[in-house]
């Protein structure tokens, strides 16, 4: 496992053995299982697979809640260091950090999520020369509850040398409502290997005794603004049409409101109807079990369930939110419907499903656009000319 930063710390094994001349470390709030740990394990795959000395830094070891997924990174031979024990944007973690840079002399450091550029930031300061990059994976604004904390961020991302913004829908965000130059915000939309999901590896459907009937799923943490009550409001007027229909819902329930889902689902007596499944690790085969994948959210910056699910070859209804309309296709891979509407997301889910060959077609193409669009090698070698840019700055000496 991951090890703590001690005072003076040692330099990782592949430091040492120096093999690559682009060291970059990666610093995160914690490897427990999201969107953003997600993509940066693929990155790091990507990564290393092109010969870049890469290092995980995470500002704590544990979080009350989640699946851990820090394996995943030790397997492809990623050290990870954990600045700190526990959770908290801490002084302590600002000078760990600044420790951590002096002994490894990375190239380049790269941040993901608002705390880790917050601390990368204050212990850049103290590393003459060094280039910082932050990835922006979300729109932080009005469903973000650490949104007071905005104008300091604004500061923070405008010293960064760049910014990588997870899809358009960022950018726009960041140049509009932040006012951040967009010359200097690239847009580097999330990558998956698609491969990885060319079959399942278990049959849900029978293990869950759901092998007859339709299946509607969604997968996101269990949160307000993931939009679940919206779906499974949606529900009575789904089984007017189809009887036997069931939903899962997959996802973490980091914030305590898997109980406000359970009240809503008991008021609408659906309880033989809709399934809180909790965290899937073998997402693959969850994907599978589905005939229809939902995605109710009222904000993304990207939205990287929705392209597993294309890439699985289900359809895709979900709302218009942020990043949600840079990946489904209106009409070709998917619906789209109207923030916040449970008639909505229902009319569009019993259109669908009454037309089973349109679902298979939606499907293939949705497989389709995620190899074209959204494959990891392409993300990798994106950010590769990102850090190259930046890389070359700092070679020129530029301020």
């Given at each position: 496992?991951?090890?703590?930063?001690?005072?003076?710390?040692?330099?990782?094994?592949?430091?040492?053995?120096?093999?690559?001349?682009?060291?970059?470390?990666?610093?995160?709030?914690?490897?427990?299982?999201?969107?953003?740990?997600?993509?940066?394990?693929?990155?790091?795959?990507?990564?290393?697979?092109?010969?870049?000395?890469?290092?995980?830094?995470?500002?704590?070891?544990?979080?009350?809640?989640?699946?851990?997924?820090?394996?995943?990174?030790?397997?492809?031979?990623?050290?990870?260091?954990?600045?700190?024990?526990?959770?908290?944007?801490?002084?302590?973690?600002?000078?760990?950090?600044?420790?951590?840079?002096?002994?490894?002399?990375?190239?380049?450091?790269?941040?993901?999520?608002?705390?880790?550029?917050?601390?990368?930031?204050?212990?850049?300061?103290?590393?003459?020369?060094?280039?910082?990059?932050?990835?922006?994976?979300?729109?932080?604004?009005?469903?973000?509850?650490?949104?007071?904390?905005?104008?300091?961020?604004?500061?923070?991302?405008?010293?960064?040398?760049?910014?990588?913004?997870?899809?358009?829908?960022?950018?726009?965000?960041?140049?509009?409502?932040?006012?951040?130059p967009r010359e200097r915000?690239?847009?580097?939309?999330?990558?998956?290997?698609?491969?990885?999901?060319?079959?399942?590896?278990?049959?849900?459907?029978?293990?869950?005794?759901?092998?007859?009937?339709?299946?509607?799923?969604?997968?996101?943490?269990?949160?307000?603004?993931?939009?679940?009550?919206?779906?499974?409001?949606?529900?009575?007027?789904?089984?007017?049409?189809?009887?036997?229909?069931v939903l899962l819902i997959?996802?973490?329930?980091?914030?305590?409101?898997?109980?406000?889902?359970?009240?809503?689902?008991?008021?609408?007596?659906?309880?033989?109807?809709?399934?809180?499944?909790?965290?899937?690790?073998?997402?693959?085969?969850?994907?599978?079990?589905?005939?229809?994948?939902?995605?109710?959210?009222?904000?993304?910056?990207?939205?990287?369930?929705?392209?597993?699910?294309?890439?699985?070859?289900?359809?895709?209804?979900?709302?218009?939110?942020?990043?949600?309309?840079?990946?489904?296709?209106?009409?070709?891979?998917?619906?789209?419907?109207?923030?916040?509407?449970?008639?909505?997301?229902?009319?569009?889910?019993?259109?669908?499903?009454?037309?089973?060959?349109?679902?298979?077609?939606?499907?293939?193409?949705?497989?389709?656009?995620?190899?074209?669009?959204?494959?990891?090698?392409?993300?990798?070698?994106?950010?590769?000319?990102?850090?190259?840019?930046?890389?070359?700055?700092?070679?020129?000496?530029?301020?």
């Open positions: 496992m991951g090890k703590l930063a001690a005072p003076w710390g040692s330099r990782s094994r592949k430091s040492r053995e120096g093999r690559s001349t682009t060291k970059v470390l990666h610093l995160i709030k914690t490897l427990y299982a999201g969107g953003a740990e997600i993509h940066l394990l693929t990155l790091c795959r990507g990564l290393r697979e092109r010969a870049v000395d890469v290092t995980v830094a995470t500002l704590c070891r544990r979080i009350p809640a989640g699946e851990p997924i820090e394996e995943r990174f030790e397997d492809l031979g990623v050290p990870v260091i954990h600045l700190q024990e526990h959770p908290g944007l801490s002084l302590a973690a600002s000078c760990a950090l600044a420790r951590l840079l002096l002994l490894e002399q990375p190239t380049l450091l790269h941040t993901h999520l608002p705390r880790a550029d917050v601390v990368g930031a204050l212990a850049g300061a103290l590393a003459p020369g060094l280039r910082r990059i932050s990835s922006i994976h979300d729109i932080y604004s009005v469903h973000w509850a650490g949104r007071r904390a905005l104008p300091l961020l604004d500061r923070v991302w405008r010293r960064a040398d760049r910014l990588i913004a997870a899809s358009e829908a960022v950018r726009d965000w960041l140049a509009v409502d932040r006012r951040i915000i690239d847009v580097v939309r999330y990558g998956i290997e698609a491969a990885r999901f060319a079959r399942p590896s278990r049959d849900l459907r029978r293990e869950w005794g759901l092998d007859k009937g339709i299946v509607i799923g969604s997968a996101a943490r269990l949160e307000p603004r993931k939009g679940h009550e919206d779906l499974i409001r949606a529900i009575p007027a789904i089984l007017a049409a189809f009887p036997g229909a997959a996802g973490h329930d980091l914030e305590g409101y898997r109980p406000t889902l359970e009240r809503l689902i008991g008021s609408l007596s659906l309880q033989e109807h809709v399934r809180l499944v909790g965290f899937q690790r073998d997402i693959v085969s969850f994907l599978y079990a589905l005939d229809l994948f939902v995605f109710a959210s009222r904000s993304e910056g990207f939205g990287q369930i929705v392209i597993e699910a294309m890439a699985s070859g289900r359809p895709v209804v979900a709302a218009r939110a942020g990043a949600i309309r840079e990946l489904v296709v209106e009409g070709e891979t998917g619906l789209l419907v109207d923030l916040a509407s449970p008639a909505a997301i229902a009319g569009a889910v019993i259109s669908l499903l009454g037309q089973p060959s349109r679902m298979r077609t939606m499907g293939l193409r949705g497989v389709d656009r995620v190899r074209r669009r959204f494959d990891a090698a392409r993300m990798t070698a994106e950010i590769l000319d990102v850090y190259n840019d930046v890389a070359c700055l700092s070679r020129r000496g530029s301020p």
